[in-house]
Nanobody
């Protein structure tokens, strides 16, 4: 069973930084890992992803401020968030896709429980 556990959220002032972590288990490897976020009253939106090749993508709203990285040996994905803005306030979710489980590649989306990030002005 795939499990993703996010950590590192918290409350910071605008301009501050946080580093989120997503620790995975229950799989050998995944094609891609991603961070999404959901602000109060809004739909969940894409923030960033990283492929097993190392290729990364960012939403325009976070480009230049957020950096995604991974430690494949630890099955952990990170999101370094700098120059935080109040509009970055949201619950941040980790997602895994295309994970190899018991020798079979599964094309489901697996989600963590989320971690709250609050940025005050």
């Amino acid at each position: 069973q795939v499990q993703l556990v996010e950590s590192g959220g918290g409350s910071v002032q605008a301009g501050g930084s946080l580093r989120l972590s997503c620790a995975g288990s229950g799989y050998t490897s995944c094609i891609a890992m991603a961070w999404y976020r959901q602000a109060p009253g809004k739909e969940r939106e894409f923030a960033s992803n990283i492929y097993n090749t190392g290729s990364t993508n960012y939403a325009d709203s976070v480009k230049g401020r957020f950096t995604i990285s991974q430690d494949s040996a630890k099955k952990t994905v990170y999101l370094q968030m700098n120059s935080l803005k109040p509009e970055d306030t949201a619950i941040y979710y980790c997602k895994a896709y295309g994970c190899q489980i018991d020798g079979t590649r599964r094309w489901n989306d697996y989600w963590g429980q989320g971690t709250q990030v609050t940025v005050s002005s």
